[in-house]
């Protein structure tokens, strides 16, 4: 079976050339086709030697995402691509334009396995981990269909937990900082976790300063267990406990980002114990109102909104007010899920 040769490492790739007779300094002509210009043959490695690139046809599979349908939002501009993978099972991704930036919402997995009760990816269940070529072509792919954009901002944000993936995710990651490859600064990644605190805890040791953003939801572990299942594993006292180990050994601050929904989780009760569980710690809270999945949950009027920030705010928690972008077309937070063909 041939080698797919995106999920190689810079170091690996270096170690399968020399085992075909190939110059190291080749590595960083293959990365530059491979991720600045997006090939899908070798044959269009135009500068390696035609015996090279015979060598590396015999030896090396190059994967491309095949988009199945998009969807763009006529609010504004957020695009949505259903990508039909090599084996057809399906993922979703976004490109959120903005005016200073443009982000792509990646997915790291086909499902995924945490059964948060507010997420459209729920019912599906989890069939399989995208490898880190899937995760690199889903970047390719938007850059390649929006290129008057540059993009400035990456996330794992869409379908799937990403630390329920940790190796390849971190693997596309080293790919995606890359100066040979994409280029994109670390601090311009963010991984979003449910609070999977082996993660955390491994995240720490990377010598990375990609971001780091807890989905948390609520400071009430029964809340929480109700909303995030994964929190009866790895309750919130522990969960912070992770998270502020994480700031002292990084510096680093973490982002925790509260889904708000209506009389589920945005009370001043709710808001006083969110600020009891993070004052004096290094992080930042995003909240955004909920997009409507299921009929269990409704968004919160606009005065309970108001609310519940105030109460951060004058408690002193940096926190900020996300609007939705892309509801339209079922891209927003929360909406994304495994599309059938």
């Known amino acids: 079976m041939k080698i797919d040769i995106k999920n190689l490492s810079l170091d690996e790739l270096k170690t399968e050339l020399e085992a075909i007779g190939a110059e190291p300094y080749r590595s960083a002509q293959i990365m530059r086709w491979l991720y600045k210009v997006g090939v899908k043959s070798f044959d269009e490695m135009t500068d390696l030697p ?35 993978l090599e084996d057809s099972n399906t993922i979703e991704t976004v490109f959120l334009p903005e005016k200073a930036r443009a982000t ?34 889903e970047v390719i792919v938007v850059r390649q269909k929006n290129q008057s954009a540059s993009i400035t901002n990456l996330v794992f944000m869409g379908i799937g937990e990403p630390f329920d993936n940790y190796d390849n995710v971190l ?3 080293r790919i995606l900082n890359d100066k040979d490859a994409f280029n994109v600064g670390a601090r311009k990644i963010t991984i979003s976790t449910c609070g999977i605190i082996p993660g955390i805890e491994r995240l720490k040791g990377e010598g990375l300063q990609v971001e ?32 502020k180990e994480y700031t002292r050994v990084t510096n680093r601050v973490i982002t925790f980002e509260y889904v708000l929904i209506k009389d589920v989780n945005c009370s001043k009760i709710d808001a006083d114990e969110l600020v009891k569980l993070l004052k004096g710690m290094k992080c930042k809270v995003n ?7 299921t009929k269990e949950y409704a968004k919160p009027a606009a005065k309970d909104v108001s609310d519940f920030m105030r109460v951060l705010k004058e408690s002193g928690i940096n926190a900020t007010h996300r609007r939705s972008k892309g509801e339209d077309i079922d891209a927003a937070c929360g909406q994304l899920r495994i599309a059938r063909l």
């Not at 989905?215 to 299942?229: F, G, K, Q, W």
């Not at 309750?235 to 992770?242: D, G, R, T, V």
């Open 50 to 84: 035609e015996d090279l690139r015979a060598r590396l046809k015999a030896k090396f599979h190059i994967t491309h995402l095949v988009v199945s349908d998009l969807k763009r939002s006529s609010s504004d501009g957020t695009t949505k691509y259903l990508f039909k």
């Open 104 to 137: 792509i919402c990646l997915s790291s997995q086909v499902g995924c396995k945490c059964m948060c009760s507010f997420c459209a990816s729920t019912p599906f269940g989890f069939v399989r981990n995208l490898k880190s070529s899937e995760i690199l072509d």
């Open 171 to 173: 693997r596309a990651i």
């Open 212 to 243: 780091l953003s807890v989905s948390l939801h609520s400071a009430i572990n029964d809340v929480r267990s109700r909303l995030v299942p994964m929190n009866k594993k790895y309750p919130i006292k522990e969960l912070i406990a992770s998270c």
């Open 287 to 293: 909240t955004i109102s909920y997009n409507r999945i």
